[in-house]
Nanobody, 115 residues
């Protein structure tokens, strides 16, 4: 069993920055993908960014140029640096770790962008 433990959410003003972190609960040698999703009230959960084991990344169009995903393999941790935040980025952000095709979700962390 793998747990994804998130941290770093909070309240920030428009134009501000936050960094989210997600660590796997134990050392894993077969992580395929580490990704961030988000879900706003009344909306479906959507992919924000993902980092594949080969090093490739993928971003939602709405965050390209503002968000950066990075990964520390030694720590089994993935980060999401969020810059130039907008009110529409407000959502619960979830980390997902995929190991041998099985996805494990974190509990979510609230990000609120507001004055």
């Amino acid at each position: 069993q793998v747990q994804a433990v998130e941290s770093g959410g909070g309240l920030v003003q428009p134009g501000g920055s936050l960094r989210l972190s997600c660590a796997a609960s134990r050392r894993i040698f077969s992580i395929n993908t580490m990704a961030w999703y988000r879900q706003a009230p009344g909306q479906q959960r959507e992919l924000v960014a993902e980092f594949h084991s080969g090093g490739s990344t993928n971003y939602a169009d709405s965050v390209k140029g503002r968000f950066t995903i990075s990964r520390d393999n030694a720590k089994n941790t993935v980060y999401l640096q969020m810059n130039s935040l907008k009110p529409e980025d407000t959502a619960v952000y979830y980390c997902k770790i995929t190991v041998l095709g099985q996805g494990y979700w974190g509990q979510g962390t609230q990000v609120t962008v507001s004055t």
